[in-house]
Structure formats: structure tokens, C-alpha cells
């Protein structure tokens, strides 16, 4: 699902502003789970577009950081001891096998400062706070083109490390958790609703999902149906390219490709059918029929050229244009 640019971006507003004790979802520690559900939104995506760096038209280098603020909660005082943050920023999430994980970090770590400049001094809070997040991530995007971002995190109530990192080419693209029930792609995120159906279901199911609103992200979908206005004809076209995107960034990414049919049968009754779907859909039988016959399709490519994990070539196959 694409959404505008200004909508995308009031989503990553409204979950970063979600009370730390509010969830729909039953939890002894609705804060722990909302972090749980972000690293895994974090950390599935951020290996999606890692394994599909080579077919993606933008690549930028990342350490698969997640940081978060904790202003940007409605008690910032308590997710500052809930956590044992030293200051309001602090580690969120850390991808398997990425920079970050590989020098040790891990989700809780505070950030003290960023190549020197003291995050206290250099990043003051914002209204909306959800700002200084974004433009601390800048900070470490800036750094990482050109060359490297040096850390200074602490644990708990350890002694602060200083850790440099490198970047490792990335399709570029963000993951966060949002309010909702919903995911859908922004600009350069994509986001998933906290009472997304799919965090009950298989990962492999949940990377389809995922998978969906990334290829709208690579295709450069939510800018172009904002600059153009996209009508319901142009964007169920780009819903359409998109199921069709799903099994080939699954297999890359090690995935079974048929989890985006799977995923698609499972929710698309309960969710993406009857006289209640969205006009900029097809039906989801429709859908699950296109998606199977992309598998199909794929599944003969990878046959007769040989292709490893990693090697699915989609970008002449599904172009932005």
C-alpha cells in the first residue's frame, strides 16, 4: 500500500508518540513488546534490502542501526529507567550480521555522542520530537557516505565504548513500527501498523508482507504518486507490480518464495475481499493468482540461469517508470 509523503511521515509520528503502557495487544510489558515488534520489522527488512542491493537504482551504505528517543514516548522518564538509558537516546534494534551487531552492539545501549558531538548538547529535543530522531539518523547516514560514523554508547552503567563503524551497501530504505493495523510505504520507509495481523503469522509471511511495501519503496512509488497524482487505475498498477516484486525479494533474501502466496491466502480473506476492498486492490484470489504465476515464472528463471540466493535479477523485469 502506498501512502503520500506528509501521511507517511505523520505515521512515524503517532507511534513514536505511543504511551509505553498503550497497545491493543494483551503484554505483562506492552513496552518490551512494542521494541520486540520493532526489531523484527527492523531486522527482516533490513535484510531484505541487503540481499537486493545489487538490482536496487539507490544503494546507500548502512550498519543496521535502529535508534529511538525516548521524549518521543508519552512517559519519557519511565522508558528511561525501563531501559537503563543514560539520556534520551538509545539503541532499538540491531539486524543479524549487520556492522553493528558484528562490534557487539545491542538494543538498550545508550548514545552518548556521534563523532564526537555530544548527543545532549548537539541534538536538543524537538517539537515534534519525532525531528531529532530523524535528523540523528542524517547524522549517521552523512557520516557513513563518507566513510565512517564513530559512536560513543555505553550498557547500562558501564564505562562509555567508542566504536567506528562502516557501512555495508544497502538497497536504501527504513523500517519502522507504526500505529495501526496497517503497513504501508512511504518515501524511503516502509511501516508496519503494531496490530498487524502478520506478526501472528510464520517470518517468512511477515517478509512478504514487508516485501510489498519495500518493492513500492524501491520503485519509487509514494513520490511519484504524489508528484503525478496517481489516479485508482495507476495505483492498483503499482499494487499489482508490487505482489509480483514479493517472491522474487523473498528469494533473494533466503526466503521461500511461495510465502508470498501463502501470506496472500492468508490474509487476503479476512482482510482484502467482498464489496469492503479498496478500489485501488484487486481482488485478493485476483491477487493470489497474479502472485502465483510470478512464482511460477520465477521459479523457471532460477532454473535455467542457475541463480544462487541473491542472484534473482528483477530490475529490468519490474522497472519505476
Not at 551487531?101 to 536538543?124: L, M, Y
Not at 529535543?125 to 547516514?141: F, G, H, N, V, W
Request: with cysteine.
Amino acid at each position: 500500500m502506498v501512502r503520500r509523503a506528509h501521511v507517511a511521515l505523520f505515521g512515524l509520528f503517532a507511534v513514536l508518540a505511543l504511551p509505553a503502557c498503550a497497545t491493543a495487544q494483551a503484554s505483562a510489558n506492552p513496552l518490551a513488546e512494542f521494541q520486540r515488534r520493532e526489531a523484527l520489522v527492523h531486522d527482516t527488512g533490513w535484510q531484505l534490502a541487503r540481499a537486493n542491493r545489487g538490482f536496487c537504482e539507490r544503494t546507500s551504505p548502512s550498519i543496521g542501526l535502529l535508534i529511538h528517543d525516548a521524549r518521543n514516548y508519552a512517559r519519557a522518564g519511565e522508558v528511561r529507567r525501563a531501559l537503563s538509558l543514560v539520556g534520551d537516546i538509545g539503541v532499538q534494534a540491531v539486524a543479524v550480521g549487520s556492522p553493528a551487531q558484528k562490534a557487539g552492539i545491542a538494543a538498550n545501549w545508550s548514545v552518548i555522542a556521534i563523532d564526537g558531538e555530544p548527543v545532549t548538547s548537539r541534538w536538543r529535543p524537538t517539537s515534534p520530537s519525532s525531528q531529532r530522531t530523524l535528523q540523528i539518523e542524517r547524522t549517521i547516514a552523512d557520516s557513513l557516505g563518507n566513510g565512517e560514523v564513530t559512536l560513543q554508547l555505553r550498557r547500562g552503567s558501564a564505562n562509555p565504548v567508542q566504536i567506528s563503524l562502516r557501512g555495508v551497501a544497502s538497497c536504501s530504505a527504513k523500517f519502522r513500527l507504526t500505529s495501526g493495523d496497517d503497513p504501508y510505504a512511504g518515501p524511503e520507509t516502509v511501516f508496519v501498523g503494531h496490530d498487524f495481523h502478520a506478526f501472528g503469522m510464520d517470518r517468512a509471511e511477515l517478509a512478504a508482507a514487508i516485501a510489498h511495501e519495500l518493492a513500492h519503496v524501491l520503485l519509487d512509488h509514494p513520490r511519484k504518486k504524489q508528484a503525478e497524482r496517481w489516479g485508482t487505475a495507476r495505483t492498483r498498477a503499482s499494487e499489482r507490480v508490487a505482489d509480483r516484486m514479493m517472491p522474487w525479494l523473498l528469494w533473494n533474501s533466503g526466503y521461500d518464495p511461495h510465502a508470498a502466496a501463502r501470506w496472500m491466502r492468508e490474509w487476503g480473506p479476512k482482510h482484502s475481499g467482498g464489496v469492503l476492498r479498496k478500489r485501488t486492490h484487486d481482488g485478493w484470489d485476483e491477487r493470489l493468482e497474479m502472485i502465483e504465476a510470478e512464482i511460477a515464472a520465477l521459479e523457471a528463471l532460477i532454473a535455467d540461469n542457475g541463480w544462487s540466493r541473491g542472484q534473482a535479477d528483477w530490475s529490468a523485469r519490474f522497472s519505476a517508470d
